[in-house]
């Protein structure tokens, strides 16, 4: 996501709840997303975990958990 200029903030803000996006920008709450959405593209990577082959929940779980230490440790 891309901040917005300041005019359009200042045109959001005087359309009030009619503006659509809110007018602030929220750096925290932008670099937590960001974090999260790596951390899916990283498990994503792997191929088991990707496309599902696993059959039930508790073996997808722990392929899951399987993946996020190997990530954890290779940092």
């Known amino acids: 996501m891309i901040p917005q200029p300041a005019d359009q903030a200042a045109n959001r803000k005087r359309l ?38 696993d059959k039930t929940a508790t073996i997808y779980l722990a392929g899951l958990h399987l993946a996020a230490i190997f990530i954890w440790s290779a940092r």
């Open 16 to 53: 009030g709840r009619l503006g659509g996006r809110p007018p602030a920008f929220d750096r925290e709450a932008y670099k937590q997303r960001n974090t999260v959405e790596r951390c899916i593209n990283k498990l994503k990577q792997w191929r088991g975990l990707a496309t599902r082959y």
